[in-house]
């Protein structure tokens, strides 16, 4: 028998690269720049357009003698309104207030309420930070916290919240510190640039900061301007027009980063904070230094054994002063002492007469405790050195392999140009030039890309379903005019995201019913034409956030660090010291885009239902249907939980009267009240049930919350 010839990955990467299909004509659109394209007139089906998204999807529809479903009821398209804009159920008597109101104004009043609360930031923003992969954790095998990583979940929310026109929001993450360095807000903005999973304690450092500076790049091009660059780090793109110059050019604006944990003080208040500070030191000064007598010699000795981890070209850069250090040398220094240079706790390496005089010693400091300034708030944030490394084409994508040295530049097919960083504010201005760039009305993917992601977040899908490749192997779009206008409407609208928004639920495509004619599942069965609503499951958060609301137990509490929900019995066995529950249970109870974000341990019941592991980038959150999820809304303690305080809340409002109860529940958790065979047959139920009451009328609750009706919006 033959054997098959083998070939080295390059040779298999030439062989799939020849035997790809050509490029479509057409395929470089997204590198274009856009124009506002006219809007079609559809006379004969001006009736169903409510505004002008309406008439090109309805254009693209006559095509295929398709039109719109007939609009949703109204209790359902309340239901879809809440959930869509604040990620929550609406009241029964919300929903029955507009179920009677016919006036004309009554669904964009109820629009402009949802998006004027601040539930609309925390639900807008979870779309956003599964794209830029925010987590509160290190990732990898130690998994390390980052204490101040919620600070940039809450600035998200607040940015979606304030209307934020999206140009600034871009500009502020990319370079807050160069363009706005007197804002707090645009300090915690530049946290974007910190989320990449980090292997604190890798020996080899200069590989890790080319990683660190490789997911920089590449998620920054994926999340503003949905490229696919990293393609290009080792070689030109296969089918992009990007060239591996211009991927390393990218790269040099990242060059300079110097992470830190930035004080978020304005700078007379950082002032005043610097007095205090010096003041207690200096009367605390003799204890401090008596204490350090002692514990010193502890934590050199542990220092030092971190250091013998290091080879010597390494390990000797912490002997260099740092204003004598190269710019690398600066860097790489910085990633040693973060693990050499560690404080910890030496209590226990501490003699019996050194402890005793060390606890005397903490004493006599405790009573000067009052005139210590409390610490201030703290945010993780990027800066640059003042002269950041150099920039080389790195051949075949390998650190160790350095070529030509570049300067940041941008993509030659949009911008075929090096950037002119302007020095501002004690910065260089890379990142600024770079901000600059990716946020001006003639880059043509920018706009393009964010409102392809508000269009998915309304509909499932993007107009683009690539909404993070619009290069030549993503999908084209199924309504590029409607793209464009789209874009163009944003920027003229002062880069307002709510605005985009707004047109978008408003539009008789969002309002019609989730069942159109049969002729549409024949003509266009993926429903990419729009013919109907597609109906859409609860992502995790949505659903656990659901499950809190009709029971009665949701905190709506804004911002802060993480909480910690309660673990099931058996993961928390497992989980013990990774996992340690809040134990304030209303604070558990929070919405569940402030449960703290492990990376290494997700929260199941996001898990089960799609949530990304935040390591990477997520586009678009996959959609399955799979046993276990069914398993867990039957059988876990936490739903079940959920059930029986359901049933609580329905009793305290409906009484003892068994049908009261069942109309009262099916308001609740479904948004309408059950029909005749229902009432009847949730009624026997309770009569037949085996065991007490109150234990049928929890069983009860807990199947209401397992019906497709609770679990989809319609």
């Not at 390390?144 to 209307?163: E, G, L, M, T």
């Not at 080792?234 to 390393?248: A, E, L, S």
């Not at 005089?357 to 708030?377: D, F, G, T």
Request: aromatic share 10%; with cysteine.
């Amino acid at each position: 028998m033959r054997s098959l010839p083998r070939f080295s990955a390059a040779a298999l990467l030439l062989i799939v690269a020849a035997s790809a299909p050509a490029a479509e004509p057409g395929a470089e659109w997204a590198y274009k720049p856009f124009k506002r394209p006219a809007v079609p007139d559809v006379p004969a089906q001006k009736t169903a357009a409510r505004n002008d998204i309406d008439r090109f999807l309805l254009a693209k529809l006559a095509e295929h003698k398709l039109t719109f479903a007939p609009e949703a009821d109204r209790r359902v398209l309340i239901r879809r309104a809440y959930f869509d804009l604040i990620g929550l159920p609406p009241a029964p008597e919300e929903v029955e207030a507009f179920a009677r109101d016919n006036s004309p104004g009554a669904y964009e009043k109820l629009v402009d309420r949802l998006m004027a609360s601040p539930q609309y930031g925390e639900r807008q923003a979870l779309f956003w930070l599964d794209v830029v992969r925010f987590a509160e954790t290190d990732g990898f095998n130690a998994d390390a916290p980052r204490p101040n990583a919620w600070r940039y979940r809450d600035y998200v929310i607040k940015s979606f919240n304030a209307d934020k026109p999206f140009d600034r929001f871009v500009k502020e993450q990319l370079a807050g510190d160069e363009l706005y360095p007197d804002d707090p807000d645009a300090l915690v903005a530049t946290g974007f640039l910190r989320h990449y999973p980090d292997e604190y304690n890798a020996v080899n450092l200069e590989q890790r900061r080319y990683e660190v500076l490789t997911d920089i790049t590449d998620t920054t091009s994926g999340t503003f301007l949905a490229l696919t660059s990293g393609c290009a780090r080792c070689h030109d793109h296969k089918y992009d027009p990007i060239t591996q110059k211009d991927y390393f050019r990218l790269q040099a604006f990242f060059a300079g980063m110097w992470p830190t944990e930035a004080v978020l003080l304005t700078p007379g208040a950082r002032a005043e904070y610097q007095k205090k500070l010096a003041a207690w030191e200096a009367k605390t000064a003799e204890i401090r230094a008596a204490i350090e007598a002692i514990e010193g010699p502890y934590h050199q000795k542990a220092s030092a054994k971190q250091r013998t981890r290091f080879p010597d070209e390494y390990a000797s850069l912490l002997d260099i002063p740092f204003e004598s250090r190269t710019p690398i040398q600066k860097q790489l220094g910085q990633l040693i002492d973060k693990q050499v240079n560690v404080r910890g706790d030496v209590s226990k390496s501490l003699k019996p007469a050194e402890k005793e005089r060390v606890a005397a010693l903490k004493a006599q400091l405790s009573q000067w405790a009052n005139e210590k300034p409390p610490e201030p708030p703290r945010a993780m944030a990027m800066t640059d050195l003042p002269t950041p490394p150099p920039t080389n084409l790195y051949k075949r994508g390998n650190w160790q392999k350095p070529g030509a040295k570049l300067d940041p530049g941008f993509i030659a097919t949009i911008d075929d140009r090096d950037a002119a960083p302007q020095p501002t504010n004690g910065s260089v201005g890379r990142r600024a030039a770079l901000a600059g760039w990716v946020a001006s009305r003639e880059n043509p993917l920018t706009a393009r890309v964010i409102v392809n992601r508000l269009w998915q977040q309304r509909f499932g899908y993007g107009i683009v379903r690539t909404s993070s490749d619009f290069g030549v192997t993503g999908d084209r779009p199924t309504h590029p005019e409607l793209l464009n206008w789209l874009a163009d409407e944003l920027v003229a609208k002062n880069w307002s995201l709510k605005h985009v928004h707004k047109l978008m639920v408003l539009s008789a495509a969002f309002r019609q019913g989730a069942r159109g004619e049969e002729a549409g599942a024949t003509a266009d069965p993926d429903n990419k034409l729009l013919w109907q609503y597609p109906r859409r499951r609860l992502d995790g958060e949505a659903l656990r956030d659901a499950m809190l609301a009709v029971s009665g137990q949701l905190n709506l509490k804004a911002g802060g660090p993480g909480v910690f929900p309660e673990l099931p019995a058996e993961l928390q066995k497992s989980s013990a010291g990774r996992w340690t529950p809040t134990a304030d249970v209303s604070e558990r109870n929070r919405r569940s885009v402030y449960v703290f974000v492990k990376r290494n341990l997700r929260y199941p019941l996001f898990t089960l239902f799609d949530a990304p592991d935040r390591n990477e980038t997520c586009a678009r959150r996959f959609v399955t249907t799979t046993a276990p999820q069914s398993l867990a809304m039957l059988n876990d303690a936490l739903v079940i939980g959920f059930g029986k305080q359901l049933a609580a809340r329905v009793t305290k409002e409906a009484g003892a009267d068994r049908e009261k109860f069942v109309g009262r529940a099916f308001l609740i958790a479904v948004n309408r009240p059950p029909t005749s065979e229902e009432q009847a047959a949730m009624a026997g139920y309770l009569a037949r049930h085996k065991g007490s009451d109150e234990e049928a009328r929890a069983d009860l609750c807990h199947a209401l919350l397992n019906l497709n009706e609770f679990v989809y919006v319609d």
